[in-house]
């Protein structure tokens, strides 16, 4: 007879927001940014010329590498520290994990 499983308690934050809430932080307004690229009228002309491309094409170019720059910046800045938890015990006979009992078959 196998007893069944045990519930874990959700784990929190400090805070006493879930595992998968969404933390608001002023980095977050960085991804607007390279959305003012779709706004075609501003961009579509053909001077000034950078290299012999026209203005419309190094713009968008040059948005590339400005919508890389903000993603990277804002996951630097809201990356969580490591954590210092202590590794979970060895599974025991009955596995809470996955709540089947260990039949002692090696798989």
């Known amino acids: 007879m196998t007893r069944p499983p045990t519930p874990h308690p ?3 934050h400090p805070d006493g927001r879930g ?4 933390i608001w932080r002023w980095w977050n307004l960085l991804l607007l ?3 003012l690229m779709l ?3 501003w961009f579509n ?3 000034p ?3 012999g491309l026209p203005f419309f094409y190094w713009y968008q170019l040059a948005f590339v590498f ?3 720059a903000c993603v990277w910046i804002v996951y630097a800045a809201t990356r969580k520290a490591p954590s210092t938890r202590p590794k979970p015990a060895a ?3 009955d596995d809470p994990a996955t709540g089947r009992p260990d039949d002692g078959a090696r798989r």
């Open 45 to 47: 002309q053909d001077r």
């Open 49 to 51: 010329r950078v290299l």
């Open 19 to 22: 595992p998968s809430a969404l």
């Open 39 to 41: 706004i075609t009228p």
């Open 66 to 68: 400005v919508g890389v």
């Open 10 to 12: 959700p784990t929190t």
């Open 33 to 35: 940014l390279p959305l």
């Open 91 to 93: 599974s025991s006979p």
